[in-house]
Every structure is written in C-alpha cells, then in structure tokens.
C-alpha cells in the first residue's frame, strides 16, 4: 500500500504532539512490528516561486489547431509589481475566478523544468499554472489544480507548504493475511505499537437512523455477510473534491475523479472499507443482490463489456444489473457531470467468492484487494456515515434520515491463552502485564482467569487473521521485537553426529562428480510426458507412472519427473544452441513415481489411526533420489600435447563408477537394452544383483528428435536404491613386487567382458592382486560371432618374491575355469 508520511503524522500527531521521525526511523518502525517496505521515495524538490494564484480574465485564442488560452493571473505582489501575470495554458478544467498555483519565472519543478518568460503562440507567457504532475504529486494528471476559496486569503504567498510541502511516499508490502493493513486505521494502529504512542481508533458513533431507504434481497448464495446503503439528495454536481483529499488519493496512486467518487476512495483509504457510489437517479426500484447467471453480460467501469460466470456475485435493480460486487461497479449507474442525489453503498463481502471472480474475469481492483483479504465487518454503518457527511461538507445537499442495513456482525471470537505459552515459545519471559498491554494494542479485550495463569482474549472484528492461541503468541513477540529473542543454537540430541548418513553421501556424490569435471545443474522437477511417446517406452514401463499436477507452471511440463534425464538434455541442447558444444553436466535430485491413483482423506477432528496413517503414507508418490550425467563433444580438448578425445559411452559408465566409489559400493555392469539408449552401447547398473541404473550411449533417433549432437551419452543412477556400508579397506603394504602376465581368450561376441573378468579373477586364485581389460580384438580368423578380450593380470605374494612359474600356473587355472564356464579359448 502507498502511504505519505505526511498523513500518518498528521493522523498519529492529533493525539501525540509534537511526535515526528525521519523517513528512515519510520521505515524501521515498519519493520519493527513485521511489515517490510518495497522502499520509500520522496516527492521530487521544488525550487523557485511557486505561489497562489486568481484567474481574473481568459482570453481564448482560436487560431490554433489546439484550443489555447491566455491568462491573466493575480498574483499580488510575488511578481514584484503587482499587476497581473499573463500566462499561456492549453488545460480547460479552470474559469475566471479560480484559484490556481502559479510557477513564476524563475522556479525549477520536477525533472529539471525551468521556469522562465518566453514566447509562446503569438504572446508572452510569464510563468505555468501547475497540474499535480507538474508539481510531482502524481505520474499522470487532466488539468490544472483547482483550489477553495478558503485559498483566496493566500493569494501571493507560497503554495508549497498549504499544498502539503515536503512529503515522502511509502511503499509498504501487506501480506495477504493482514488485510486490515491496507488503510490508515490499521497501518497507524501498527505504527503506534512501533513507536509507543496512543492510538485512537477513527472509528466513532454511527448515527441515528430512521426507517429504510429500499428493500435490498441479500440472498443466502451470495455468503455475503453485511450491505449497507444511505442517501445524499441535491449536491452540487461541479462540486470539487478538496485539494487536501485529493493529494492524499494521488499519494496513494489513485486518480481523483469526481467529489462522490473521491470521498468513497478516501474512505476506503481511511478505514480500510471499500465503497461504491451510485446515481440514485439511475436505480430503479428496489436492489437484489444474487449470483449472476452463467452467460449473463455486464459493462464495468472500465467500459468492458463481460460475460459473467454463476458464481459471480452481482446487485440488480429493476432495470438489470448495477454492480460487480466486491470488484468494480458498472456504467449503468455511474456518477456522471450531472449527478445530484447519491447512493453510498458499503458491504462486507466473501473474500473468497470476491478473489475468485477477480481471477476469472483479470480484473483486480483496490476493492477486490481488500475484500479478498477480509474487512472489518463492523464499520459499514460509520463508513456510510463520514461518507455522507464528506460528501455534504464539499458538495452541499442533504442526508437522507433513513439507513438500509441488512446482516449483523458476526459474534467475536473469543481465544483462551495459556500465560506461559508466549515465554515458552520464544524463550524470553514475557509478564502477564506485557501480554495484556501488546493484545491490547492489537484491538483485543483480555480477561484473565485461573489466577492469572490463563486469559480469555477476544478477537477485534477487523483481525480476521487470528483464529487460535499461537496467532496471539505472534502477535505478542512481533509487538515485543523479534529481535528481542535471542539466537540460541540448537543442542545436539545424544547420538546426532552433523550429517546424517544420506546427506553425507549425497554430498560425497555431487563433489566426485565435481572433482572429476562435470558441472551442476538443478534439472526441473517437471517434464512433458509426451517425450515417452518419441522415446518409444513401453505402456508398462515404470517411468510412466506420473504425478500430475493441477495447476502446472507451464501448460507443457503438466507432469512431475520420473527421469532426469529429459531436462538434463535439453540443458545440454541449450548449451550447444549457444554455441558450447562440449558439456559434461550432472544434477541431483528427487523424482516422483505415481503408486495410487487418490490419497484417502481420513477424518481431520482426531488422530487418524496407525493404520490410516500407513495407509497415506502407501498411497504418497514414491520420491527416490536419482543422479544423472550428461555429456557431449570432447572431455579432452585437442592441443600442442595432441587430439582431442570424445566423450563416450564408456565416461558415462565411469561417471556411475564414481558415484558407486563415493557411496562406498562394488558397482556390477552389464549389457542391457532399455531406451531412450542405444541397443548396443547400454549397460546395467547392478548392486549386488539389483539394476540400479543405465548408462552409455543415447539412441540416434532420440539425440536427433532433441536437437542433440551426435552419439550424445548419459547416465542415470538411483541413489536411494544404494545399501549403506562402511567399506573401510585396510591398506595392504608388501615390500615385494608384482608380477604381471597377459591372457587373451577368444569368446562369444555376446559374452559381456565384466564376466570373464570376474571368471579370471575367480580362477586365479588369492595371489592375484588385480585383472584390467585392455584390448578387444575382432578378425575373421577368430571365427564367426568371436572376438579376443585381452586382460592384464596382476599377482603379489605377501610373504615372497613370486616366480614366473607360479604366476604362469594360477594364469592357467583361470583360464581353464574360463574354458569351463564360458567356453573360452586362449589365443596363442
């Protein structure tokens, strides 16, 4: 909300002379009771004579293309003369007689405008009669200021400080919950609490009234909770809204308009109740307020034509609907240049209902604003009340005696308070004193009971945001400083060491994968799932088992992941658009796996049973923690020390090695065929016999549909599915060398090479220290469908230096069991 400072002191000053701050202090005081500010500005300087002014006589010069008048002005003796001031001004809102501010030569307003005599369609134009944008009261203004006579006795003197002088606009941001907030009633109760000093709430005595003004149908469909109306006959329609209140709306961004319209903005301002003023001449009978029925059409003030919904609420009268409750009125009866008896209508509406309709129809307004965030239901009848009589001190005419009313307030709440519980919560002790006094402040009445040790506290009607003991417990430390609490450690629980077990792997995980060259990135949480279609998985493949969601970001990724991998491609596809073409990417992060198709509601007035709670808890989307890899282009780069070397299916199963080693695991590979990768260049991530993952090379046609670059590789590794173990090795020194031989076995094309690794490594026997494959040879002369797998064989003895011999004899045995089990053949 927009507020000047000037009006708050004026507003809190009445009952505390002589109190004042500085901007600054009085943004601290904003912050102090829990309101943040988007930043105060202070209206731009003004120097020079800018002083009070009469039109005495317009002379209208028509030979232009634009109407253009010249002005003589009375200016009394700021001229230095005393004669009249000859002014050129192109505004039409001002007649001979009004009282205007004048910018004599010499003065700079807002935006480095100065002032100075010049020539000017056809005559010399001795200074500017002033619009409220020109002065920088406001960003955009229709004609010049017009001011009372209760200025006349000013004329000459400066105009600076009787319109309002220096001031200095807040920006307060009120958060959805304190809706009260959004008027200077509420923002000057929470600026009084900040500064201790006496606040008197502006809402008095509501008048007498007698009788009704007309029937008003409020039906029950409508949850609307009060509607109010009263009537002001014979006004003067070019009445003018005071300069003072017309200041204050434009502080507060929003446009003067006409005296009935200002004065129900004003109001609104004030108190926090938004109000609606019709053309009593253009209601017709008497006013029905119901739901709209689907299709009707409607024009709002903004002179849109709208189609309403049936959940819209509207005011009818004979001649069809009149308003848009609770969002904007509608042109049929709008106060117009000739509009002389006035209804002010002031309602408390559903907040939701009126939330709803503004969504739907785009269109929110101060009104809707307010009412969505809950009105005090209270002060309809006094909203009516100074309503009227603003509109009778400015614009004559005379208050109708009767009042429609219909509604009651609804009954206060009344919240116990346990007297320990705010010192318990904040771990500062707050005395039963304090505790009163700060509820107090807030509007509440405090009863105590139980000795003391328990109050009765009943809820103010504009607190719509209070409903148990805890929302008083806030109230009392935001009002005692939440800087007052002080910041004390937690104390660890017996057995807590930091990080838990999953969190140290998780960050094991995201520093190897760091360390060894790839980059983070956050995937997105969400995917489209018609990618599945083009990857061609199948109907029972898990990873079709989404979340949807309702309400979706974005109308393409209406689903939750199942798979990093889709976001972190087109992360990869991203970098190369622009122009990065080698990437190694990783993320970390939780998908979401659909295990039920509805969560059952169990019955929210007790605790649901063990049973229920298994039963939700089975129905919840299955979130393991998965990691993925992605990479492209080269991993080494081509340079004086030789080629470059791409990225391959075999660094994305290395980057599932390092993540096994980071988990402290044995990671098994093996061949597999599972999309979206390519059939033969796929692996099996296994733990201890389970698939944990896949890795290697993408399919051609998905890297081709996803504007990827060529033979484009990925990893995808879920983390959850990873056994906790300690695997410390002790380290094994021996002061005896190894001995190495190698071993080439010709075997079946088909035959993973992990397996005959791990047949050698069996066969070998206890000396055998390691076995790496390093070549994969294939000829003809092999035979068909064979290929040559050669392995280094690594033995050490701890006890003596091994002979050749020895190492030859376990070399044999292990290729025998080879021979056995798999029918492998050594070359020579």
């Not at 660890?492 to 999953?502: D, E, F, I």
């Amino acid at each position: 909300m927009l507020i000047s400072q000037n009006w708050l002191h004026g507003v809190l000053g009445e009952h505390n002379p002589g109190w004042t701050v500085s901007s600054e202090e009085l943004d601290s005081g904003f912050v102090r009771v829990g309101f943040e500010t988007e930043g105060y500005e202070p209206l731009p300087e003004i120097t020079g004579p800018v002083v009070i002014g009469r039109v005495k006589e317009i002379e209208e010069l028509t030979e232009f293309k634009k109407p253009i008048r010249y002005c003589q002005v009375d200016v009394g003796d700021a001229n230095g003369t005393g004669e009249l001031q000859g002014i050129i001004c192109g505004a039409r809102n001002f007649d001979e007689g009004s009282l205007v501010p004048v910018s004599l030569p010499g003065a700079e307003l807002p935006g480095g405008f100065k002032i100075a005599a010049r020539e000017t369609y056809g005559h010399i134009s001795n200074g500017m009669i002033c619009s409220a944008a020109e002065l920088g009261l406001t960003a955009k203004s229709e004609g010049i200021i017009t001011l009372d006579e209760s200025f006349a006795e000013y004329i000459g003197q400066d105009a600076l400080p009787l319109l309002g002088g220096a001031d200095t606009v807040f920006d307060v941001n009120v958060t959805p919950d304190r809706g009260y907030a959004l008027s200077m009633r509420g923002l000057g109760r929470e600026i009084a609490s900040a500064f201790n000093l006496k606040f008197v709430d502006p809402v008095g005595e509501v008048s007498q009234a007698s009788g009704s003004l007309i029937d008003i149908d409020l039906r029950e469909e409508t949850k609307a909770i009060r509607f109010g109306l009263r009537k002001v006959t014979g006004i003067d329609p070019k009445a003018q809204s005071p300069f003072w209140m017309q200041r204050i709306l434009m502080l507060a961004g929003q446009r003067p308009v006409n005296l009935a319209t200002d004065v129900t903005n004003y109001v609104m301002l004030y108190l926090g109740q938004p109000m609606h003023a019709f053309d009593a001449n253009k209601v017709a009978g008497n006013l029905v307020v119901r739901n709209a029925q689907a299709g009707e059409k409607f024009e709002t003030l903004d002179h849109v034509n709208r189609e309403l919904f049936a959940e819209d609420v509207v005011i009818c009268d004979d001649n069809g609907i009149q308003s848009l409750a609770g969002v904007m009125g509608g042109t049929t009866s709008e106060i117009s240049d000739d509009t002389t008896d006035v209804y002010f209508e002031a309602a408390t509406w559903d907040p939701i209902t009126v939330a709803r309709t503004s969504r739907r129809h785009k269109l929110s307004s101060e009104a809707s604003r307010r009412f969505e965030r809950g009105v005090d239901p209270a002060i309809v009848e006094y909203s009516l009340d100074l309503a009227c009589e603003l509109l009778v001190q400015y614009g004559g005419g005379h208050v109708e005696d009767a009042r429609t009313l219909v509604g009651e307030v609804p009954e206060a709440k009344v919240v116990a308070l346990d007297a320990s519980k705010p010192s318990r919560y904040a771990g500062v002790e707050y005395s039963n004193d304090t505790i009163v006094a700060r509820l107090e402040e807030v509007g509440c009445s405090v009863a105590a009971f139980d000795e003391g040790k328990a109050f009765d506290v009943t809820i103010p009607s504009w607190r719509t945001d209070i409903a148990e003991d805890v929302d008083l417990v806030e109230e009392i430390l935001r009002l005692e400083g939440l800087d007052a609490i002080p910041s004390i450690l937690p104390i660890p629980t017996v057995g807590s060491r930091g990080l838990s077990p999953a969190q140290k792997r998780r960050r094991a995980i995201g520093h190897a994968l760091a360390y060894a060259g790839y980059a983070e990135v956050i995937p997105s949480p969400f995917i489209n799932d018609e990618l599945f279609d083009t990857w061609e998985l199948t109907a029972d493949d898990a990873r079709r088992n989404l979340v949807r969601v309702q309400n979706p970001l974005e109308a393409d990724k209406s689903a939750l992941s199942t798979t990093l991998l889709p976001n972190m491609l087109e992360a990869v596809a991203r970098n190369v658009a622009r122009g990065r073409n080698d990437v190694t990417l990783f993320g970390v992060q939780q998908v979401a796996f659909k295990r039920a198709d509805s969560t059952p509601m169990p019955d929210v007035s007790k605790r649901p049973s063990d049973d229920e709670i298994d039963q939700l808890i089975n129905t919840l989307p299955a979130q393991p923690l998965h990691v993925a890899t992605v990479g492209a282009g080269n991993v080494e780069f081509e340079g004086p020390w030789g080629n470059g070397r791409a990225y391959t299916y075999a660094d994305a199963i290395e980057s599932a090695r390092q993540v096994a080693r980071a988990a402290n695991i044995e990671l098994d590979v093996e061949k597999a065929e599972v999309q979206p990768w390519h059939p033969g260049r796929c692996a099996a991530l296994k733990v201890e016999g389970e698939i944990v993952g896949y890795a290697g090379e993408l399919h051609p046609q998905v890297v081709k549909d996803m504007g990827l670059p060529a033979r484009t590789c990925a990893m995808e590794l879920d983390i959850d599915a990873l056994p906790f173990s300690e695997n410390l090795p002790a380290p094994v020194l021996s002061s005896f060398p190894t001995l190495h031989q190698d071993i080439a076995l010709v075997v079946d094309e088909e035959l993973p090479a992990e397996k005959v690794r791990r047949t050698l490594e069996e066969g070998a026997g206890e000396l055998l220290e390691s076995v790496e494959l390093f070549d994969v040879f294939r000829d003809e002369k092999l035979g068909e469908s064979k290929k040559s797998l050669a392995f280094k064989m690594f033995f050490r003895a701890a006890d003596r230096t091994l002979t050749d011999e020895e190492v030859n004899t376990h070399r044999l045995a292990a290729a025998e069991l080879a021979s056995e089990r798999l029918g492998a053949q050594m070359r020579a």
